[in-house]
C-alpha cells in the first residue's frame, strides 16, 4: 500500500510541476505576443521607395492565367470603377478577340491583397464581331461615370468609345498629324500608348509613346513628346482641343497618363535596355500656363519650353520585397510596367497607386501588380521649365 500512495504523490507532484512549466511557457508567450503587438504598427510600417511614397506591396496572381478560355496577359492599361474594382486592357494577342478584364485589387490595412479576376467582356465591331489584335491593339483605358469605355489603339492610333458590353458606338477624331506614317507623322508602335480622364470629366489626355517624326528626339535622347488634350462637348463627346509639349527622359517614351485634375498629371515612362531591364519612373507634371503647341509645326523649335515636371518616384528604388524576375532586371520588382492607375484614399492624406506590367504573353517577363502609398495632396512641379 505505501508503494502505490508513494508514487501516486510523486505523480501528482510531477503533473502539477509540467502544469507549472506550461503555464510559465505560456506566460512567456502571452508576453512575446504582446510585445509584438505593441510593435506591429512599427514593424508594419511600408518599405519607403522615395520621399512621400512607399511600397505596399506586390503580387504576381495573374500571371499566365487562364480565365473563361482566355489567356490573361498582355494587361497593358488600368481603370479604376470601384473602390478595389478595375478594368484591364489586353494590347495584342494576335487574331484572338480583344478583351477587357474586370479585376478585383484590394488593399487591406495598407497592404496589397491577392488580385482575383471577375470577369471578362469583348470589344466587338459594329457588325458585332470580335476586334482582335489585327485591327485594335489597346494600350489605353478609361470607364467613364456612364459606364462607358474609352479605348485607345495605337495602330492607327485612334480612341473609340464601348458601351458597358463591349459594343462599339463610336470613333473620336485624331488629328492628322498622329495618324501613323505616311497617312501622319506618327511611328508604328509609338503612337497612343495612354488615356486619362480628369475627375472632372471635362478633360481625356492621350500621348504619343515616341515623338512624332517632325518632333525628334534632343541631342542626349530625350524625346519631344505631344500630349493631346479632348475637351467634352454636348453629349457627353470629346472633340481635340489643345496640344503640349512634355520631355521624356533620355531612352524612355510615355506609356501611361493620370489625370489628377484638368491641369495636373502623373506621367508613367518606362524605358528598356538588353541585358539590363526596364526603367520605370512617375512623374508629376503641370499644364499650369503652359502654352498649347497644336499650331507648332516641330517641338525642336529652341523657343518652345517642355512642361513642368518632378519626378515623384523610380521604381527601382524601391526594395524587392521578396519579388522574382524571370528576365534580366537589375531589381527584381521591375517588369514592362504600362498601367497605372489610382486606388483608394489612405491615412495621413495619401493615396494609393497601383501599376500593372505587360508580359506580352512572354515567358520572360510576368504580370505583376505593384501596390504604391504617394503623397498627392502637394503642389504639382512648378518652377522654370528647362529648355531641351
Not at 515623384?312 to 498601367?339: M, R, W
Given at each position: 500500500?505505501?508503494?502505490?500512495?508513494s508514487n501516486?504523490?510523486?505523480?501528482?507532484?510531477?503533473s502539477?510541476?509540467?502544469v507549472?512549466?506550461?503555464?510559465a511557457?505560456?506566460?512567456?508567450?502571452?508576453?512575446?505576443?504582446?510585445?509584438?503587438?505593441?510593435?506591429?504598427?512599427r514593424?508594419?510600417?511600408?518599405?519607403?521607395?522615395?520621399?512621400?511614397?512607399?511600397?505596399?506591396?506586390?503580387?504576381?496572381?495573374?500571371?499566365?492565367?487562364?480565365?473563361e478560355?482566355?489567356?490573361?496577359?498582355?494587361l497593358?492599361?488600368?481603370?479604376?470603377?470601384s473602390r478595389?474594382?478595375?478594368?484591364?486592357?489586353?494590347?495584342?494577342?494576335?487574331?484572338?478577340p480583344?478583351?477587357?478584364?474586370?479585376?478585383?485589387?484590394?488593399?487591406?490595412?495598407?497592404?496589397?491583397?491577392?488580385?482575383?479576376?471577375?470577369?471578362?467582356?469583348?470589344?466587338?465591331?459594329?457588325?458585332?464581331?470580335?476586334?482582335?489584335?489585327a485591327?485594335?491593339?489597346?494600350?489605353?483605358?478609361?470607364?467613364?461615370?456612364?459606364?462607358?469605355?474609352?479605348?485607345?489603339?495605337?495602330?492607327?492610333?485612334?480612341?473609340r468609345?464601348?458601351?458597358?458590353?463591349?459594343?462599339?458606338?463610336?470613333?473620336?477624331?485624331?488629328?492628322?498629324?498622329?495618324?501613323?506614317?505616311?497617312?501622319g507623322?506618327?511611328?508604328?508602335?509609338?503612337?497612343f500608348?495612354?488615356?486619362?480622364?480628369?475627375?472632372?470629366?471635362?478633360?481625356?489626355?492621350?500621348?504619343?509613346?515616341?515623338?512624332?517624326?517632325?518632333?525628334?528626339?534632343?541631342?542626349?535622347?530625350?524625346?519631344?513628346?505631344?500630349?493631346?488634350?479632348?475637351?467634352?462637348?454636348?453629349?457627353?463627346?470629346?472633340?481635340?482641343?489643345?496640344e503640349?509639349?512634355?520631355?521624356?527622359?533620355?531612352g524612355?517614351?510615355?506609356?501611361?497618363?493620370?489625370?489628377?485634375?484638368?491641369?495636373?498629371?502623373?506621367?508613367?515612362e518606362?524605358?528598356?535596355?538588353?541585358?539590363?531591364?526596364?526603367?520605370?519612373r512617375?512623374?508629376?507634371?503641370?499644364?499650369?500656363?503652359?502654352?498649347?503647341?497644336?499650331?507648332?509645326?516641330?517641338?525642336?523649335?529652341?523657343?518652345?519650353?517642355?512642361?513642368?515636371?518632378?519626378?515623384?518616384?523610380?521604381?527601382?528604388?524601391?526594395?524587392?520585397?521578396?519579388?522574382?524576375?524571370?528576365?534580366?532586371q537589375e531589381?527584381?520588382?521591375?517588369?514592362?510596367?504600362?498601367?497605372?492607375?489610382?486606388?483608394?484614399?489612405?491615412?495621413?492624406?495619401?493615396?494609393?497607386?497601383?501599376?500593372?506590367?505587360?508580359?506580352?504573353?512572354?515567358?520572360?517577363?510576368?504580370?505583376?501588380?505593384?501596390?504604391?502609398?504617394?503623397?498627392?495632396?502637394?503642389a504639382?512641379?512648378?518652377?522654370?521649365?528647362?529648355?531641351?
Amino acid at each position: 500500500m505505501t508503494g502505490p500512495r508513494s508514487n501516486a504523490s510523486r505523480g501528482a507532484t510531477s503533473s502539477i510541476a509540467c502544469v507549472a512549466a506550461l503555464l510559465a511557457v505560456l506566460a512567456l508567450g502571452w508576453l512575446a505576443a504582446a510585445q509584438a503587438t505593441i510593435a506591429a504598427p512599427r514593424d508594419h510600417h511600408p518599405p519607403s521607395c522615395a520621399p512621400g511614397v512607399d511600397l505596399l506591396g506586390f503580387s504576381d496572381a495573374l500571371d499566365k492565367r487562364r480565365f473563361e478560355g482566355t489567356d490573361v496577359g498582355g494587361l497593358s492599361a488600368l481603370a479604376p470603377v470601384s473602390r478595389d474594382r478595375y478594368l484591364s486592357l489586353v494590347d495584342n494577342q494576335r487574331d484572338t478577340p480583344a478583351r477587357v478584364y474586370t479585376l478585383r485589387i484590394p488593399v487591406e490595412r495598407e497592404r496589397l491583397a491577392e488580385p482575383t479576376i471577375r470577369d471578362v467582356t469583348v470589344l466587338r465591331r459594329a457588325d458585332g464581331e470580335p476586334f482582335t489584335g489585327a485591327d485594335l491593339d489597346g494600350e489605353g483605358l478609361v470607364a467613364t461615370r456612364r459606364g462607358e469605355l474609352l479605348v485607345a489603339s495605337e495602330t492607327e492610333p485612334s480612341i473609340r468609345r464601348f458601351s458597358s458590353e463591349g459594343r462599339l458606338l463610336d470613333e473620336l477624331a485624331v488629328p492628322q498629324r498622329f495618324r501613323v506614317a505616311p497617312e501622319g507623322e506618327g511611328q508604328p508602335n509609338q503612337t497612343f500608348e495612354s488615356l486619362a480622364l480628369s475627375p472632372s470629366g471635362r478633360s481625356l489626355f492621350t500621348a504619343v509613346e515616341g515623338p512624332l517624326a517632325a518632333d525628334g528626339r534632343t541631342q542626349d535622347g530625350r524625346a519631344r513628346i505631344r500630349i493631346l488634350r479632348y475637351e467634352r462637348g454636348p453629349g457627353g463627346t470629346y472633340k481635340p482641343a489643345e496640344e503640349f509639349f512634355y520631355l521624356a527622359e533620355a531612352g524612355q517614351g510615355v506609356v501611361e497618363i493620370v489625370a489628377l485634375s484638368d491641369s495636373d498629371l502623373l506621367v508613367l515612362e518606362r524605358g528598356f535596355v538588353s541585358g539590363e531591364g526596364n526603367t520605370v519612373r512617375i512623374f508629376r507634371a503641370s499644364l499650369a500656363g503652359a502654352p498649347d503647341v497644336a499650331g507648332e509645326p516641330t517641338l525642336a523649335d529652341p523657343g518652345l519650353d517642355p512642361l513642368a515636371k518632378g519626378l515623384l518616384v523610380d521604381l527601382s528604388d524601391c526594395p524587392a520585397g521578396g519579388a522574382q524576375s524571370p528576365g534580366t532586371q537589375e531589381n527584381p520588382l521591375l517588369d514592362n510596367f504600362e498601367g497605372l492607375a489610382l486606388g483608394p484614399r489612405l491615412s495621413g492624406g495619401r493615396r494609393t497607386l497601383l501599376l500593372q506590367s505587360d508580359d506580352n504573353f512572354n515567358d520572360v517577363q510576368v504580370t505583376r501588380v505593384v501596390a504604391l502609398a504617394a503623397r498627392l495632396q502637394e503642389a504639382p512641379a512648378s518652377g522654370a521649365r528647362a529648355r531641351p
